[in-house]
C-alpha cells in the first residue's frame, strides 16, 4: 500500500474515478454524473472517499448512513494495487467512521455478474443474506 492517503472525493476526481470504476466492472449509470457525485460528496464527505497514491487516484468507497444502516457502494482498487489490503483498509475506514455515527450494521450489494467477489467480504467478516432486492428508478 506504501505511501496510500484517503482524502474525500473532490469534483477533480470525477474523470478519474469513472474511469476507475469502469475498469473495475462497476458499470457507472445516471447516478454517476459529475453533478450528481459532488451531491453525493456533499452530503456525505466523510463517506465518500478516494485512496490517493503520488497523485493517481487508485481507489474508491462510497459509503452511506441512511439513520439505520451503513451501506457501501463503489469499492474499487485498481488492477495494480490489489492484494495489497487496500480494500480491507478502505472498509476498515469507512466501518470506523460509521460506527463513529451511531451506526451498528452496514450492508452491501453485490452485482449478480460479481458474484465471485462474495469470497472478499466474506474474508472481511460479511455473512450473506438471501434477501431479494428490487428497485426503480425515479421518472
Ligand atoms: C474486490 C477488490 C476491491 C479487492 O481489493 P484488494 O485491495 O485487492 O483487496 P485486499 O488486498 O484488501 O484483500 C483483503 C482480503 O481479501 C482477500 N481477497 C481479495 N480479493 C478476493 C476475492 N476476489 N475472493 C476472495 N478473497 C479475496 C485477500 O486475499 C485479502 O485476504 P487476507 O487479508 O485475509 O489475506 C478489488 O479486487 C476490486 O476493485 N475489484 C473490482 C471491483 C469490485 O468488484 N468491487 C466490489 C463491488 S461489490
Same mark, same amino acid.
Given at each position: 500500500?506504501g505511501?496510500?492517503q484517503?482524502r474525500?472525493?473532490a %469534483?477533480?476526481?470525477?474523470a %478519474?474515478? !469513472?474511469a476507475l470504476?469502469q475498469?473495475?466492472?462497476?458499470? %457507472?449509470?445516471?447516478? $454517476?454524473?459529475?453533478?450528481?457525485l459532488?451531491?453525493?460528496?456533499q452530503? $456525505? %464527505?466523510?463517506?465518500?472517499?478516494v ?5 493517481? !487516484?487508485v481507489g474508491t !468507497?462510497m459509503?452511506s ?8 457502494n =463503489? ?6 494495487q490489489r492484494?495489497?489490503?487496500l ?5 476498515a475506514e469507512v466501518e470506523q467512521r460509521? =460506527?463513529?455515527i451511531?451506526? $451498528?450494521?452496514?450492508n452491501?450489494? !453485490?452485482?449478480a455478474?460479481?458474484?465471485?467477489v462474495a469470497?472478499?467480504?466474506a474474508?472481511?467478516?460479511y455473512a450473506? $443474506?438471501a434477501?431479494?432486492?428490487?428497485e426503480?428508478?425515479?421518472?
Amino acid at each position: 500500500m506504501g505511501n496510500v492517503q484517503f482524502r474525500s472525493y473532490a %469534483p477533480e476526481d470525477f474523470a %478519474p474515478v !469513472i474511469a476507475l470504476w469502469q475498469t473495475c466492472g462497476l458499470h %457507472p449509470s445516471r447516478s $454517476d454524473s459529475a453533478e450528481r457525485l459532488q451531491h453525493k460528496q456533499q452530503r $456525505d %464527505p466523510e463517506l465518500f472517499l478516494v485512496a490517493e497514491q503520488d497523485g493517481r !487516484i487508485v481507489g474508491t !468507497i462510497m459509503g452511506s448512513y441512511d439513520g439505520r444502516r451503513g451501506w457501501i457502494n =463503489k469499492l474499487a482498487v485498481d488492477a495494480g494495487q490489489r492484494g495489497q489490503g487496500l480494500a480491507r483498509a478502505l472498509i476498515a475506514e469507512v466501518e470506523q467512521r460509521l =460506527k463513529a455515527i451511531g451506526c $451498528d450494521k452496514v450492508n452491501l450489494l !453485490i452485482e449478480a455478474d460479481n458474484a465471485a467477489v462474495a469470497g472478499f467480504y466474506a474474508r472481511l467478516g460479511y455473512a450473506n $443474506d438471501a434477501l431479494i432486492f428490487m428497485e426503480k428508478w425515479l421518472a
